[in-house]
């Protein structure tokens, strides 16, 4: 029986999308594709920890043109506001909340993230969050799903983990924790908690 979900955060409960993020600090298409280029030039290694984040928004800079630095400072201390709720999944996770599951978010991110992502109110359901990296520990590698496992007392087998990336989920398998996969769809969601694993709303 499940008593725990583990939640991925970006396109699982807000919205993430690159491009949208940037347009939010910038107006021409030229400034646009410059620094979605500069920005996401490696953001995985923010996501992974293996670099610090005031050291890539100076490597970001140094791909851009002076006029451009208020932008991604800008960018770089609010691009979080830019992601937008989807629809229907905070109701889903109060519901859970309130039938009594722990809930835990497991989300690849840069360590900052772990400091402002209380500005979504939906983060107060949550029991535990773990961003990748502050521990420095990335999805889909095994490791974080066995420390996410150990560090808070879970049962694999009665432990779901729901990613909008397939490949997390089936890493997630492998540990033997229940995936599944998420396609910005609530009310396919709903509906696969209910079928799959009788977790009812």
Known sequence: MIDTIIFDFGNV?????????????????????????AVNHNWSALDEGIIEYDEYINQ???MLPERLYDNVDRLFKDWYKCMPYIEGVAEIIKSLKQNGYKLIILSNAPDYF??????FDVVQNFD??????????????????EYVLKKYGLTDENTLFIDDKTENVNSAKSCNINGLVFNQDAEKLKTDLKELFGINL
């Open 13 to 37: 409960i807000v919205d993430y999308n690159a491009d949208y993020i940037v347009r939010c600090f910038a107006d021409k298409d030229e400034d646009i594709k410059l620094l979605c280029d």
């Open 60 to 62: 970001t800079k140094a």
């Open 114 to 119: 772990a400091d402002v992502i209380d500005y």
């Open 128 to 145: 535990a969050i773990v961003i990748s990296g502050k521990i420095k520990m990335f999805k889909p590698n095994k490791d974080i799903y």
